[in-house]
């Protein structure tokens, strides 16, 4: 199944910062959710360089499933019965993309749909209420949710990258 993006970087990032110097070589192939393009890696020790391929489209009727080949020294942990490789394996099934994540991260946010707010637009903060939470256009980036798909009353329809006081607020009453 897919994985999330955030979740994938944030544990590749650990990986490599604790046990980078024992993978000697790693390359993939990754199914991102909402990505209808493969994510491909490849790595050397501690350096990684990962893309989506625009070249390389999930097909219709094709598994999305993510590959993964490490290269390197298996060692135990001081502590610790399991080898490297469960743990890798573990640490890489807990980035899944599931339900209840967005959901999650859907109840983590300030705001919700329906919210009266305040958006930064240029230099100055206009009336706004939230239409979407964790919202996903076609025209985004693959694998790219934002927290907030907003309607300025005074405009149109914008999105905000993070919940950000820097970007929106609760509106004054």
């Known amino acids: ?3 999330d993006l955030d979740l994938v970087q944030k544990w590749m990032g650990n990986l490599l910062k604790t046990r980078g110097t ?5 390359k ?3 199914s991102i959710a909402d990505a209808d393009v493969k994510f491909v890696y490849q790595g050397v020790h501690m350096m990684l360089d990962g893309k ?9 009727g094709e598994e999305r499933q993510s590959k993964l080949v490490f290269i390197g020294k298996l060692e135990h942990d001081a502590g610790c019965e399991k080898c490297d490789c469960e743990s890798i394996r573990e640490g ?4 899944a993309s599931t339900p ?3 959901e999650k991260r859907k109840q983590a946010l300030r705001f919700a749909v329906g919210d ?5 637009t240029e230099d100055e903060w206009e009336p706004a209420v939230v ?4 919202y996903r256009d076609e025209s985004f980036e693959p694998g790219l949710r934002v927290p907030y798909k907003v309607k300025i009353l005074s405009d149109g329809m914008v999105f905000y990258p993070r919940d950000s006081a820097m970007f929106i607020r609760k509106a004054e009453q």
């Open 1 to 3: 199944g897919d994985v």
């Open 22 to 26: 024992s993978i000697y070589r790693m």
């Open 28 to 30: 993939g192939v990754l």
């Open 52 to 60: 989506f391929d625009r070249e390389a489209r999930w097909c219709a």
């Open 92 to 95: 890489f099934l807990a980035c």
């Open 100 to 102: 209840a994540l967005l």
């Open 116 to 120: 009266q707010v305040e958006c930064v």
């Open 131 to 134: 239409v979407a939470v964790m």
